[in-house]
């Protein structure tokens, strides 16, 4: 299937589970997780019959008997599926009779999983007595055309991503405490700039589990290893909800991991400090009311440079509990990357001994300022801050500042992404940074016709750009009195158009003003006379 075909799937498919929900009394966020269930169990009996196929060819003969042995759990499990019991599998509840509660039905056939699979025990949903019958079953054909039944593994990935961007553009996860979801231009970012593609990856606040998705396609696009044989995936997740969703996109994905229900403020529930090669977090911003009389907190081996505290003793937000713990788990050679609120460049107090302190150990890499607009459900700027225990002695005393505020593509007038050459010159910005090679393209054909980076950087070298990128020396750092703001370094860009009659503007202007100001008085002269 096609890049082209399977985005025209993924439109028609939400389309049509919309327009169902929207002819319901049901709420998004209501409607969410029983129909990311009915993807999983597509997905489910489609991997199932590929997998069948492949295992009947493969087993063994009984010398005995001359027969083959009949499949069992173990070998399903080993083709990356799951051995579904009869009325478990899609079809039977596709061709369920009407006179038998369709609800039922399925809610039984999650039951039925999850009794195979004990990890999976409590993650399915198991809600759909809440559903109207007919709106029940016009959701179960959705999922059963042709184009779906045909679908491979990859696809479904992408339908569940494509739908948990579609709830998140919806406010879908709002009631439940901020974001499940982050937009895939932040995922991209991050992903390209620490290139996890080994080892022990984290994320310690990790939402439904885009990051580990986006890192399976990454290794599937540069590695010859399959995602379980480069990566250990370890996620925590404080929202019960939000752990489902994770859950079921690493099953939906075909990743192994171990995800963890849990609050990173008062445990280290899978005691990674020092281990891990990756970590990649979209943290919740700002939360305030943490317990600082908390005994792990007291003590957490995480916080070398200790908690964030105000004069009272207590702590405004955790931000800079974040940034330590993202610092504290990687090893001696590990990547962080991570997105935080753009107020925490430039905080003051006890955050800025702390980023002092970060700064000293040179291992912050690079900081990129992000536009508005980029998150579905609030419009704030952000920046995306990069760890690296392992950048050359060159670099050690310096990081790479990137304002990319100006780089953006509009896709509505409340979202904004970047496009696939602006991410990709991004990311030759900083591996140019990290290779200590100032050559931007070098070898590959698609950063020769970047058109973004060809405009920035007709000399295809590296070089500071007013406005877009400076590299900065721990003493430019000093001088701006440990502010990690990239805007303070790069300064700004002005572009005059020499061709522009600026003078006869500016008197256009001032007539207009004049007239405006005639009109307000003569608006207030009839105001003043009326007599009330």
């Known amino acids: 299937m096609t890049q082209e075909n399977i985005k025209k799937l993924e439109a028609e498919l939400w389309d049509a589970a919309d327009d169902l929900r929207a002819n319901s009394k049901l709420t998004a966020a209501e409607y969410k997780d029983p129909l990311l269930g009915l993807v999983l169990l597509r997905f489910a009996q489609n991997r199932y019959e590929d997998a069948k196929t492949e295992i009947d060819k493969n087993l063994p003969i009984n010398p005995r008997t001359g027969q083959k042995r009949e499949a069992k759990k173990e070998d399903y499990t080993g083709a990356g599926a799951i051995l579904l019991p009869e009325k478990a599998k899609y079809d039977y509840l596709a061709n369920l009779p009407e006179s038998e509660p369709i609800a039922q ?9 999850e009794a195979e699979y004990p990890e ?40 569940y991503e ?5 709830f998140s553009m919806q406010g879908a996860g709002a009631q439940e405490g901020g974001e499940f979801f982050t937009p895939p231009s932040l995922v991209d970012l991050i992903v390209n700039f620490i290139q996890p593609n080994h080892g022990i990856v984290h994320d310690p606040a990790c939402g439904s589990g885009g990051m580990f998705v986006q890192t399976a396609h990454f290794i599937k696009n540069h590695e010859n290893k399959s995602v379980n044989e480069a990566i250990t995936v370890y996620g925590t997740e404080l929202k019960s909800n939000n752990t489902r969703l994770a859950k079921m996109n690493l099953a939906i994905h075909g990743i192994e991991g171990k995800i963890i229900e849990s609050n990173s403020f008062y445990t280290n529930p899978h005691e990674l400090t020092g281990k891990c090669d990756f970590v990649m977090a979209n943290p919740p911003f700002n939360v305030d009311k943490i317990d600082v009389k908390n005994k792990f907190l007291t003590e957490d081996e995480r916080l070398p440079f200790g908690p964030p505290l105000t004069g009272k003793g207590t702590i405004s937000n955790g931000n800079y509990l974040w940034m330590q713990y993202f610092h504290s788990y990687l090893n001696n050679t590990g990547r962080a990357g991570f997105v935080m609120a753009s107020s925490a460049t430039d905080s003051g107090n006890a955050d800025k001994r702390i980023r002092q302190q970060l700064i000293e150990t040179g291992d912050v890499e690079c900081i990129v300022a992000i536009s508005n607009n980029f ?64 050559t931007l ?34 003493a430019d750092i000093k001088e701006q009195d440990y502010s990690l703001t990239p805007g303070r370094y790069v300064g700004v860009k002005i572009d005059i158009d020499m061709d522009f009659d600026y003078k006869g503007r500016m008197q256009e202007i001032h007539k207009e003003l004049a007239e405006l100001n005639t009109e307000a008085n003569a608006l207030m002269q009839q105001i003043q006379s009326m007599k009330l």
């Open 105 to 113: 039905a399925i809610n039984n056939a999650m039951k039925l999983i």
């Open 120 to 159: 999976l025990e409590g993650i399915l949903p198991k809600s759909y007595q809440e559903f109207d019958d007919k709106l029940l079953r016009d959701l179960v054909r959705v999922f059963n055309k042709d184009a779906v039944k045909q679908a491979k593994g990859d696809v479904f990935g992408r339908i």
């Open 162 to 166: 494509f739908f948990l961007m579609k």
């Open 375 to 438: 998150f579905y459900t609030r419009s704030l700027p952000c920046h995306v801050w990069f760890f690296n225990k392992g950048k050359s002695k060159e670099n050690k005393d310096k990081v790479l500042m990137i304002d990319a505020r100006n780089t953006f593509r509009k896709v509505s007038t409340t979202v904004n992404d970047f496009s696939e050459d602006q991410l990709e010159g991004l990311t030759a910005i900083m591996n140019a940074f990290r290779n200590d090679n100032l």
């Open 441 to 474: 393209s070098g070898a590959e054909e698609s950063l020769k016709q970047n058109k973004w980076l060809n405009e920035h950087f007709p000399n295809n070298t590296y070089q500071d750009v007013e406005g877009l990128c400076k590299i900065a020396t721990l």
